[in-house]
């Protein structure tokens, strides 16, 4: 028998192939598979209902390692803006690259074929998830754009209380240098800037609506592309 290396136990035997039969090699197998599975079990939770999250690199950079192909897989999509949870572990699934690995993968380790379909994304799961990410990068553009809103909001009712006391505090502490200091003030400032500061809140509000709405396409325009391109080669 020649020299036979085991990527599962991480060892060179020289028993041959027979080696997938004992006991260490399929106890070490069972935990792999079970590593495996708990992953995809995630992942497949997203199928119907796909999560989209603001990205972060402390948490979004994260990669798997893939058994049957022997790659290292980004485990989620995203264009540095917004990211499609398990995004890139089901599109890799999904392709038929990995379809063959894992029948070769099972085979050749001898697994329980029970499992393998698990670890297999269907076409047409794949054309389910993609239709729902398109409804959840949508949604999540909305409730970033809603926020925005929100926080302008605050900021005027901010500046607005900010206007009230200082009037306040000119009224009762300075009655009689009331009347100078609005002299000096409309002399000193240009008519339109109390205005000023809510014309840049709106702009501002504007071009962040616009951004949120550029990102949700170009991340779903990138997911789909990419798709396609996997698809191709396939």
């Not at 290396?5 to 935990?31: D, E, W």
């Not at 590593?35 to 079990?41: G, I, N, P, T, Y």
Request: charged content about 30%; hydrophobic content about 35%.
């Amino acid at each position: 028998m020649g020299a036979y290396y085991c990527a599962i136990c991480r060892q060179t035997t020289f028993t041959g192939k027979g080696h997938i039969f004992g006991k260490n090699h399929q106890s070490r197998l069972r935990v792999v598979l079970l590593k495996f599975l708990e992953k995809v079990k995630e992942a497949r939770r997203t199928l119907k209902k796909p999560q989209v999250e603001k990205f972060d690199c402390t948490q979004h950079k994260q990669t798997f390692w893939c058994y049957c192909c022997g790659l290292e897989i980004e485990r989620n999509v995203t264009d540095g803006n917004m990211t499609v949870l398990y995004g890139g572990l089901l599109e890799h699934m999904a392709t038929s690259e990995h379809r063959k690995n894992t029948h070769k993968f099972w085979w050749d380790n001898k697994a329980d074929p029970k499992f393998r379909d698990k670890v297999i994304i269907t076409e047409e799961e794949t054309e389910r998830f993609k239709a729902e990410v398109e409804k959840a990068l949508e949604s999540f553009v909305e409730k970033e754009d809603e926020f925005i809103m929100q926080q302008a909001d605050h900021i005027r009712a901010q500046e607005k209380q900010r206007q009230e006391v200082l009037q306040s505090l000119l009224e009762v502490c300075f009655p009689r240098m009331q009347w100078h200091v609005k002299q000096s003030w409309s002399r000193s400032v240009d008519p339109t800037a109390q205005t000023c500061l809510l014309r840049m809140l709106s702009a501002l509000n504007l071009h962040l609506k616009d951004q949120s709405s550029r990102r949700g396409a170009a991340l779903s325009s990138q997911w789909f592309k990419h798709r396609e391109l996997q698809q191709d080669k396939a």
